[in-house]
């Protein structure tokens, strides 16, 4: 079974730190494990141990959830969507496979500031598919 490691992002000034679990190999294909509502990381834990060797997962808690910031505001899917991109950036992550469940695949995939950064993505799954009227970046579902 793989290592899983916890830390902390600090995303920056105005935004809430993220718990996140990380486990994989440094230099392999960056994985972004997004949960749904009222959950964690926690919920990718078993897994982040059964991990195949080629990726380097990360799954942080968002905003609001867990032991994540709680600010006063900032709920809506953008807020979501620019606390991933700004995730990402302290990582490093230029792109990633971004994958989540129930609103965690559908929120950052389905909200207009995700759609502004479908490059960062080299490819999208949900396990739900993002309903008719959202507004899902071109490539979310394909590689």
């Given at each position: 079974?793989?290592a899983v490691a916890v830390h902390n992002a600090v995303l920056g000034e105005g935004r809430?730190?993220?718990?996140?679990?990380?486990?994989?190999?440094?230099?392999?294909?960056?994985?972004?494990?997004?949960?749904?509502?009222?959950?964690?990381?926690?919920?990718?834990?078993?897994?982040?141990?059964?991990?195949?060797?080629?990726?380097?997962?990360?799954?942080?808690?968002?905003?609001?959830?867990?032991?994540?910031?709680?600010?006063?505001?900032?709920?809506?899917?953008?807020?979501?969507?620019?606390?991933?991109?700004?995730f990402m950036d302290g990582l490093g992550l230029e792109r990633a496979v971004l994958a989540?469940?129930?609103?965690?695949?559908?929120?950052?995939?389905?909200?207009?500031?995700?759609?502004?950064?479908?490059?960062?993505?080299?490819?999208?799954?949900?396990?739900?598919?993002?309903?008719?009227?959202?507004?899902?970046?071109?490539?979310?579902?394909?590689?």
């Open positions: 079974m793989a809430p730190v993220l718990p996140y679990a990380e486990t994989g190999r440094s230099g392999g294909t960056p994985l972004v494990l997004v949960h749904g509502y009222l959950d964690s990381w926690w919920t990718f834990e078993p897994v982040l141990r059964r991990m195949p060797p080629g990726l380097h997962a990360y799954a942080p808690t968002q905003r609001g959830h867990g032991d994540a910031g709680k600010p006063p505001d900032g709920y809506l899917p953008e807020d979501f969507a620019a606390d991933l991109i700004a989540g469940g129930s609103s965690g695949g559908c929120r950052p995939a389905s909200s207009r500031a995700a759609g502004r950064t479908a490059w960062r993505a080299s490819s999208c799954s949900a396990s739900r598919p993002p309903s008719p009227t959202s507004h899902a970046p071109p490539n979310c579902g394909t590689r």
